[in-house]
């Protein structure tokens, strides 16, 4: 089992038995707070509960994110086969968010991950691939650079993702 389909996996356990727990308590803690004095001892100890488990909550979040929208069908047993498309160091290198949570865009490094991805696809030798990504993504260039000339790109983009374009200058 590839380390993608390991958090896939993990992902599904959590949403299936701990999250629906852990909003559950994260909902009775808040209705707990609110009725306590802020400076009270109770308080204190409901609020390191409360940390807790919005940790959780984000953690699962963010692995959702990791896995993207195809992990999520996957997940759920719509998709019968799903890869990652780049390996963890292109995505990492490409990531904007820096350490010190800034956002920072690389555009050499996000290129260098788009080409990752094209030659995984095109080394997947599939007759028909399906990806998912971000609006921000544009692969026809990396396809173009590619070895193989019988491969056909076509992007769609949500009328939402265009207005938001617009809207921002993009």
Do not use: C
Not at 43 to 50: P, T
Not at 63 to 73: F, Q, S, T
Not at 116 to 125: E, G, H, P
Request: charged fraction near 35%.
């Amino acid at each position: 089992m590839s380390d993608f389909e390991e958090l896939i996996k993990q992902t599904k356990a959590i949403e299936n038995e701990n999250l629906p727990e852990a909003n559950a308590e994260l909902s009775k803690v808040r209705e707990l707070l609110a009725t306590l004095e802020s400076d009270s001892p109770e308080a204190a100890a409901a609020r390191e509960v409360e940390a807790r488990l919005v940790a959780l909550v984000q953690e699962q979040r963010e692995r959702r994110l990791r896995i993207g929208a195809a992990g999520l069908l996957y997940m759920k047993g719509e998709l019968e086969r799903i890869m990652p498309l780049e390996d963890e160091a292109a995505f990492a290198k490409a990531n904007p968010v820096t350490s010190e949570g800034k956002v920072v865009f690389d555009d050499a490094a996000n290129d260098e991950r788009q080409d990752a991805i094209a030659k995984r696809i095109i080394d997947a030798r599939e007759p028909v691939s399906l990806i998912v990504l971000g609006g921000g993504h544009q692969l026809s260039d990396n396809f173009k650079r590619s070895s193989r000339t019988n491969v056909q790109y076509e992007r769609i983009e949500l009328p939402a993702w265009k207005t938001l374009m617009e809207q921002y200058g993009r």
